[in-house]
């Protein structure tokens, strides 16, 4: 097996679709404490993001069609495909839906946006190369730690993602109420998890988990940044602790630390 294939099924790029990119660019500076490195492959505007000397994503405007469309400020994540075209296919033929593309992105490599049956959007992604630095070590700050499936179904569209991407079941966790909270694996590693959403979540959608230090500074940082803490601290199993979040412009993401 190639090493490009070893990255099918992974999430390996997250993006902010932004109404105020200086604005954002301010605010996870601040939070996050990522440094900012413009985009020199193309004429885009877009804003890298690096934790340390690792780009982990970017920062950039609503799409002129995205936007006229009504989509609102939101994180999105990639997740690499062998083939964009072939996965496109496999997303309609499985309820899903694309929303735009197949495309290229000039020097970059090949994209698809993509809803899941209820509506949840993430990217279909191949680069036209994969031979850069290694990832940074799992936790390392700034980098995603966790990746959170707010669902319209929960059993349903975990069904949906592991046939398109393989990923396989961990432990599943009774929240009583809120259901089964299904954790998933890429590559045996415990990578994310799928619940149905609550009545309050307006809709499926992904919840990005970015690696912070200590999680009280950085819930301060957020307010103090303009943003709005809307759930936690929480203390989750295995001992991290979680807020959830809302960033100046409305766009939800988490934050997952090792301590408060």
Sequence with gaps: ????SNLAGKFVWYDQMSNDLPGAEAFYSKVVGWTLAPNT??????TI???????????????????????PPMW??????????????????????????????PNVGRFAVAGDPHGAGFILFRA???????????????TIGWRE???????????????LFGWTK??????????TYQIFKLDGQMAGGVMTKTPQTPMPMWLYYVNVEAIDAAADRIKSAGGRVVNGPTEVPGGAWTVQALDPQGAPFGLVAPKR
């Design 76 to 105: 999105m994540g990639y997740i690499w495909v062998d083939d964009v075209d072939a996965a496109a296919k496999r997303v309609t033929a499985a309820g899903g839906r694309i929303m735009r593309g197949p495309m290229d992105i």
């Design 128 to 142: 036209n190369r994969d031979d850069g630095p290694p990832p940074p070590a799992p936790g390392t700050p700034g």
């Design 170 to 179: 961990g432990d599943a966790l009774d929240m009583g109420p809120m259901g």
């Design 49 to 71: 993001l690096q934790a340390g000397s690792s780009a982990i994503g970017g920062l950039m405007p609503i799409p002129e069609e995205a936007r006229k469309a009504g989509a």
């Design 41 to 46: 492959m193309n004429d885009q505007r877009y």
């Design 149 to 163: 499936l707010h669902a319209g179904d929960g059993k349903a569209d975990f069904d949906f993602y592991s046939g």
């Design 1 to 4: 097996m190639t090493e490009r």
